[in-house]
């Protein structure tokens, strides 16, 4: 288990880990939730004895517990000049969060867990808000590969705040069943993004939700690019 000095990165973490008190049969591998949940997505199987405890909802919870410490430790690094994570605390709360997200990137082979998620709708959304928050949070560029910059010609007044920018990342696997999240809850969280990305990125991407709700459309070629001008086009690696 990896040490850490942050109390909440600790608590965490201990979370992670099977627990002393589970049977030796119901360890996987390392005996981590995100392994665990690899195990789920391929084999259709939960865990407990009787096979109903499942990962999910912990990896999710998880995660948005990490997402949540990375984004404080930012936010007060750029208003103060000093984080709330060490060096190595912060290389920590990242490698967890990487083995989190992807597992939940992973092929759902068996299709059970997805149906599972899909049959509690609210979980459902929780799962597809945490996607989204987890790509438009800069703290976690180097979890999900999101590229991020400061939106050029903006107002002296403006906050200066990194956007995503370039080519956006999309939830694989079974997330990509939970990574277009609705217009209504778009529209939800539609104040909230305003606040940290500005008013012309969250009607962008409120735009993108309301007019592509499949994401059919191609990078760079939706309502993003028609009304904001923010137009480009994504080449596939060789």
């Known amino acids: 288990m990896a040490e850490s000095e942050n109390q909440r990165l600790k608590d965490i973490i201990e979370e992670l880990y099977i627990r002393p008190m589970v049977a030796d049969s119901d360890v996987v591998g390392d005996g981590k939730t995100a392994t665990a949940l690899i195990e789920e997505l391929n084999e259709g199987k939960g865990f407990g004895g009787d096979g109903s405890k499942w990962?999910?909802?912990?990896?999710?919870?998880?995660?948005?517990?990490?997402?949540?410490?990375?984004?404080?430790?930012?936010?007060?690094?750029?208003?103060?000049?000093?984080?709330?994570?060490?060096?190595?605390?912060?290389?920590?709360?990242?490698?967890?969060?990487?083995?989190?997200?992807?597992?939940?990137?992973?092929?759902?082979?068996a299709g059970v867990v997805t149906k599972n998620v899909q049959a509690k709708p609210e979980f459902a959304k929780t799962v597809s808000k945490l996607i989204k928050t987890v790509i438009s949070a800069?703290?976690?560029?180097?979890?999900?590969?999101?590229?991020?910059?400061?939106?050029?010609?903006?107002?002296?007044?403006?906050?200066?705040?990194?956007?995503?920018?370039?080519?956006?990342?999309?939830?694989?696997g079974f997330a990509k069943a939970f990574g277009v999240v609705g217009g209504a809850l778009n529209a939800a969280q539609y104040p909230?993004?305003?606040?940290?990305?500005?008013?012309?990125?969250a009607s962008k991407q409120l735009s993108e939700s309301l007019t592509d709700p499949l994401d059919v459309v191609p990078d760079g070629q939706g309502a993003g690019c028609v009304f904001f001008g923010d137009c480009y086009v994504v080449t596939p690696m060789a």
């Open 55 to 109: 990962h999910i909802e912990k990896a999710v919870a998880k995660l948005g517990g990490l997402r949540d410490l990375l984004e404080d430790d930012r936010k007060a690094k750029e208003n103060t000049g000093k984080g709330i994570l060490s060096d190595a605390d912060r290389k920590v709360a990242l490698n967890e969060s990487k083995e989190l997200w992807t597992a939940l990137n992973a092929d759902d082979v």
């Open 138 to 172: 800069e703290s976690m560029s180097e979890v999900t590969g999101q590229k991020f910059a400061v939106p050029e010609n903006l107002h002296l007044k403006a906050p200066q705040r990194a956007v995503p920018s370039g080519e956006r990342i999309k939830g694989r």
């Open 192 to 201: 909230v993004d305003i606040y940290n990305y500005g008013f012309k990125e």
